[in-house]
């Protein structure tokens, strides 16, 4: 893993498949495979916001640090988007990519601490614009109960189970202190949440059919240090 990659973890350490190569039938993707496509969704986005239509893949390479061969390889599959001299359609690109991660339509986020992290996150696009949205957010301080932060009211974390159900939570974000994070991931676990999001330092062990992804800007700032002294 590259610094740049989110740390992902996968409970209990299950196999993890060969970084090889990707086709769109392909049924389980590696995870390098994954995080490279994530990386190029992102950059996508970002582009289809800002209006342009077309993309090379020297351009994808510029912004992702993935060198343009083996982005070409990557999107090898999606041959009849990408033309020579042209690029790819970014509009094609976005919602194929979306069908090989399984990330079209909409799914439903619980957002853990509302204090700064967690209202900036709530707040912003930065979820919505990937079709993740913020239906629940808990937070156990009584001065903060009821508020409205971003789309939802501030819950206690007690009624995590019961809200999983009711509005089909698939991830569980945690912006909450480092100590209050391990004890949240076992809840959510409990309740049946996949997939963990973890905004805090906390090692978070889970069982293996559970996947963490830590974010840490410290880590990405490693990562372009590492591009500007090699
Ligand atoms: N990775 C990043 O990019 C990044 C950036 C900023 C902060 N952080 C981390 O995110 C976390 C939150 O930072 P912050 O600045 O928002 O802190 P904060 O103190 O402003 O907010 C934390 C919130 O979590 C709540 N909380 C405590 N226990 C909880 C529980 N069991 N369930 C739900 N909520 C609970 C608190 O009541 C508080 O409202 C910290 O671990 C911080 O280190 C990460």
Redesign the pocket.
């Known amino acids: 893993m590259s610094f740049g990659d989110v740390a992902t973890k996968t409970g209990g350490g299950g196999a993890q498949q060969g970084d090889g190569g990707l086709g769109p039938l392909s049924d389980r993707l590696s995870l390098g495979v994954a995080a490279r496509l994530s990386r190029y969704l992102q950059v996508l986005t970002q582009a289809r916001k800002m209006g342009k239509e077309t993309i090379s893949s020297q351009e994808l390479s510029e912004y992702t640090h993935v060198n343009s061969t083996q982005i070409r390889r990557d999107l090898s599959g999606f041959g009849k988007f990408g033309k020579r001299g042209v690029g790819y359609n970014v509009d094609s690109l976005v919602s194929q990519i979306r069908k090989i991660l399984r990330t079209s339509g909409q799914h439903n986020i619980a957002l853990?601490?509302?204090?700064?992290?967690?209202?900036?996150i709530a707040s912003s696009d930065i979820f919505a614009d990937h079709g993740f949205r913020v239906v629940a957010i808990?937070?156990?301080?009584p001065a903060?109960l009821g508020e409205k932060v971003g789309p939802a009211l501030v819950r206690h974390?007690d009624d995590l189970k019961a809200m999983v159900e009711e509005e089909d939570i698939v991830v569980g974000v945690?912006?909450?202190?480092?100590a209050?994070?391990q004890?949240?991931a076992d809840k959510l676990v409990d309740a049946g949440v996949k997939i963990i999001f973890n905004?805090?330092?906390?090692l978070l062990q889970v069982p293996p059919e559970v996947t963490v992804h830590?974010?840490?800007?410290a880590v990405d700032l490693l990562y372009a240090l590492y591009f500007y002294l090699t």
Do not use: I
């Open positions: 853990f601490g509302a204090g700064h992290l967690g209202k900036a808990f937070d156990p301080d903060k974390p945690l912006a909450v202190p480092t209050a994070a004890a949240l905004y805090s330092e906390a830590t974010s840490s800007p």
